[in-house]
């Protein structure tokens, strides 16, 4: 399904517009000058200031009473529905998008990445002619009777193809209301009855339906179920790396349009392995306060996200890296007041958000779903559902809404969020509006610099030691010390850097810094001075 344009032509020409911002922190308050007049040689006052930056032009900012001694952050934004990546250059030559800077945004980090892009690409291009039929269907795909009972499964068993599948067969160990366990028979002793009962316990499916929305039940039999299988460690040691588990949404269609489908709910997770003998090793501790209690509502999540836009909304798939993103967002459930509101990040994410923060420069978040990427989409759903609770988002009443609004509908990626924020009028502007706010609030947030909620995130400090078993400790985004004013780099998608300049550097060049976009460049920025 086509999206709405994003992208509207921008005006070229040189010109820098200074926003007003009122930053309260206790006795102090920053504010730079208005004037939307101002012309390429204007003064930027005060502590911060935010420019506006056009494509294919040049923007020259000229600062008063620099101090050598001085630091200058600048702070650039993306904030364009392509992912094609835009030069940005400081100095006045045009800015070089040459091979050396393409790419960068699409790390090859993680090795499940091209696997959960293949399944998620998939999944946006399901026939409809691919319904489950009704009749005639073989004992194969039978559910077990009861607990103790056995059933056979088809398991992914390649990262490079979403059509090879092993059969195992598993037991049927624990069953509720919602969802069922089943165990690989080969795994039985990995993870004992009384370790699935306390998942269940943990596993919050109500409130995951009650903030999402529900999943489909296409073999009616009003339950999903959970594979615990050591098929899936040995997905990820097929290519070095882990694979923690994985929904694959051809589970709802005929096995005759796709013969790995097991015509049923279904996710996968891996089992404990003490010894590595599938694939990295994995204590049965680690699995159960990090790995578990994650990937049931991440994996979760996207089974929801499939039956709400594809089922319930006539859409296609929604996009991977935002599909990735809230299910990482979902994973915070554990964290869920007698509100509804999930108050914290949950044990995995910070590693995630401290791999997007190391790189963030580097990382262009909605295109692609590397770990870092994950780490950047889900910091920037975490800080708009949280603006939601809070009241700062005009069209949106609190974070379950937001949510509700990013889910129940047929629009999908940047669309999707713009439409979720701002409503159907949304255009690039709101984008813009947005963006910088959350570099902003990625910069400022828990520095004590200001109490304003709108640069502060609640539920992650993003520069302190973290408790999630890893040692994880954030320290804010990373910041590149340019040693040049003729500086090259690249942006693209919802991304972002942070750029130091010393102000030496910028009386060395008469006391301005310019800045020149690209073509199809769709920029912000701000200055802000120590």
């Known amino acids: 399904m086509a999206t709405r344009a994003l992208h509207k032509q921008a005006?070229?020409?040189?010109?820098?517009?200074?926003?007003?911002?009122?930053?309260?922190?206790?006795?102090?308050?920053?504010?730079?000058?208005?004037?939307?007049?101002?012309?390429?040689?204007?003064?930027?006052?005060?502590?911060?200031?935010?420019?506006?930056?056009?494509?294919?032009?040049?923007?020259?900012?000229?600062?008063a009473d620099?101090?050598?001694?001085?630091?200058?952050?600048?702070?650039l934004y993306s904030y364009n529905s392509s992912s094609s990546a835009t030069g940005v250059q400081l100095g006045t030559s045009a800015p070089d998008v040459s091979s050396q800077f393409l790419g960068k945004a699409n790390l090859e980090e993680d090795i499940t990445q091209d696997f959960h892009q293949q399944i998620r690409s998939l999944e946006s291009n399901i026939s409809d002619d691919a319904a489950i039929a009704s009749e005639g269907k073989s004992s194969f795909l039978k559910y077990a009777t009861s607990v103790g009972s056995t059933k056979s499964f088809k398991v992914l068993s390649s990262l490079s193809s979403t059509s090879s599948y092993d059969t195992i067969t598993a037991e049927l160990r624990y069953t509720t209301s919602h969802f069922e366990f089943y165990v690989d028979t080969r795994n039985e002793d990995a993870i004992n009855d009384d370790d699935l009962e306390e998942l269940a316990d943990n596993f919050e499916v109500t409130q995951l339906q009650n903030l999402f929305g529900t999943e489909s039940d296409v073999d009616s039999n009003g339950k999903f179920a959970v594979l615990f299988t050591q098929a899936v460690n040995e997905l990820g040691a097929s290519a070095g790396g882990i694979v923690t588990g994985f929904f694959y949404a051809v589970d709802l269609f005929d096995d005759s349009q796709y013969s790995v489908s097991n015509e049923m709910e279904v996710f996968y997770t891996l089992v404990p392995d003490e010894d590595g003998d599938h694939g990295t090793a994995l204590t049965k501790s680690f699995c159960m306060s990090n790995i578990y209690p994650t990937v049931l509502p991440h994996e979760f999540q996207h089974m929801i996200n499939f039956n709400q836009h594809y089922f319930l909304n006539s859409s296609s798939s929604e996009e991977s890296w935002l599909n990735e993103g809230l299910s990482h967002l979902a994973e915070d459930i554990s964290s869920i007041d007698s509100t509804g509101y999930m108050t914290e990040t949950s044990i995995e994410n910070p590693s995630r958000v401290s791999s997007y923060l190391s790189n963030v420069a580097d990382t262009c978040f909605s295109c692609g779903s590397s770990l870092s990427q994950r780490g950047g989409t889900y910091l920037f759903l975490r800080y708009i559902y949280e603006q939601a609770e809070i009241g700062n988002l005009s069209n949106v009443h609190d974070g379950a809404d937001l949510i509700d609004l990013l889910l129940d509908t047929d629009k999908t990626g940047l669309d999707n969020v713009a439409t979720a924020l701002y409503g159907d009028s949304a255009d690039e502007e709101d984008l813009q509006e947005v963006m910088g706010q959350f570099s902003l609030a990625v910069y400022l947030s828990n520095t004590g610099t200001t109490s304003n909620s709108k640069y502060n995130f609640k539920g992650i400090n993003l520069r302190s030691t973290q408790d999630d078993n890893r040692s994880t400790t954030l320290s804010g985004p990373n910041e590149h010390s340019i040693s040049s004013l003729n500086f090259t780099d690249t942006l693209s998608g919802l991304s972002m850097m942070y750029l130091n300049i010393s102000g030496q550097d910028i009386n060395d060049n008469g006391g301005s810094l310019t800045i020149t976009v690209g073509s199809d460049g769709l920029m912000g920025g701000y200055v802000i001075r120590d």
């Open 66 to 75: 620099v101090e050598d001694d001085e630091d200058i952050m600048l702070v």
């Open 11 to 63: 005006h070229l020409g040189i010109m820098i517009i200074v926003a007003l911002i009122s930053i309260n922190c206790g006795s102090a308050s920053f504010e730079s000058s208005s004037d939307s007049s101002a012309s390429s040689t204007s003064v930027v006052a005060g502590n911060i200031s935010a420019l506006t930056l056009s494509e294919n032009s040049s923007t020259e900012i000229t600062l």
